[in-house]
C-alpha cells in the first residue's frame, strides 16, 4: 500500500532556531501533500497544502514565513519552522493524496523548542 | 466551514464488548469520510475510507456507516480487544481539506 515516511520522528532544538521536516512518498507520487498540527489533546488541524512544483497554499492565521514549505518533487515535501520558539512545539503530521485510497498519514515528528 | 464532532470524548469498556463511536458533521456536500487510529505519540493509521456515495464500509471487526444527509458517520467495533485501545478520529474530507474530529479515546480493558 501507499507509503508516507516521515522525518525526523523526534527533535529538540533551541529558541532561534530553525527545523526541517521531511515528508517522503515512498512507494508513490504525490503531487499534492498536507501539513498539519496537532496542539495537546486537539484534534489535527490543517495548516497547508502543498503542490508539487508550485507554492503551498497556507490556511488562514498560519505564518507562512514561519513554516516555510517546499515540494520540489513528486516524492518529497519538506516542512521547515523558522526561528522556533517554544509556542512552536508540537505534533507536526503530514500527508498525500493517494487517488481512490484516500489520504495516507505519516508518522509525525514531535518538535519540543527549548 | 466544516465542524465535525466525535462523540464520546472518551469511553471504557470491558473486553469483548461491541461498541460504537460517533462522529457528526456540519457540511454534508463531502467527497469523502475516514476514520484513523492514533496510538499515542504516534500518527495516524487509517482504519476505513467511505466515498460519499458509499453507506458502509467493512475491515474485520471495525464497520463504518456514512449517513450524508444527516451529517453522521459511526464505527463499530465488534468484540473489543485490549488492542484496540486508541484515539480514534474521523475525518471529513471537503474538497480535498480534511477536517477532524477531536477524537474518542477508547480504553479496553482486559
Known amino acids: 500500500g501507499a507509503v508516507v515516511s516521515q522525518h525526523p520522528s523526534r527533535v529538540i532544538c533551541k529558541s532561534g532556531t530553525s527545523v526541517k521536516i521531511e515528508c517522503r512518498s515512498l512507494?508513490?507520487?504525490?503531487?499534492?501533500m498536507f501539513w498539519y498540527r496537532q496542539f495537546p489533546k486537539k484534534s489535527l488541524m490543517l495548516m497547508a497544502t502543498?503542490?508539487?512544483?508550485?507554492?503551498?497554499?497556507?490556511e488562514q492565521g498560519v505564518e507562512k514565513d514561519k513554516f516555510l514549505i517546499n515540494h520540489a518533487s513528486l516524492t518529497l515535501s519538506t516542512l521547515t519552522v523558522t526561528s522556533a520558539h517554544p509556542e512552536d512545539s508540537s505534533f507536526y503530521i503530514c500527508s498525500a493524496l493517494t487517488g481512490n485510497h484516500g489520504y495516507t498519514f505519516g508518522s509525525g515528528t514531535r518538535l519540543t523548542v527549548v | 466551514k466544516q465542524e465535525v464532532t466525535q462523540i464520546p470524548a472518551a469511553l471504557s469498556v470491558p473486553e469483548g464488548e461491541n461498541l460504537v463511536l460517533n462522529c457528526s458533521f456540519t457540511?454534508?456536500?463531502?467527497?469523502?469520510l475516514q476514520w484513523f487510529r492514533q496510538d499515542p505519540g504516534k500518527g495516524l493509521t487509517s482504519l476505513l475510507l467511505i466515498q460519499s456515495s458509499q453507506r458502509e464500509q467493512t475491515s474485520g471487526r471495525l464497520n463504518a456507516s456514512l449517513d450524508k444527509s444527516s451529517g453522521r458517520s459511526t464505527l463499530y467495533i465488534a468484540a473489543s480487544q485490549p488492542g484496540d485501545s486508541a484515539t480514534y478520529l474521523c475525518a471529513a474530507n471537503n474538497f480535498n481539506k480534511f477536517y477532524f474530529g477531536s477524537g474518542t479515546k477508547l480504553n479496553v480493558k482486559p
Open positions: 457540511d454534508s456536500a463531502i467527497y469523502n
Open positions: 512507494d508513490f507520487q504525490a503531487t499534492t
Open positions: 502543498s503542490n508539487e512544483g508550485s507554492k503551498a497554499t497556507y
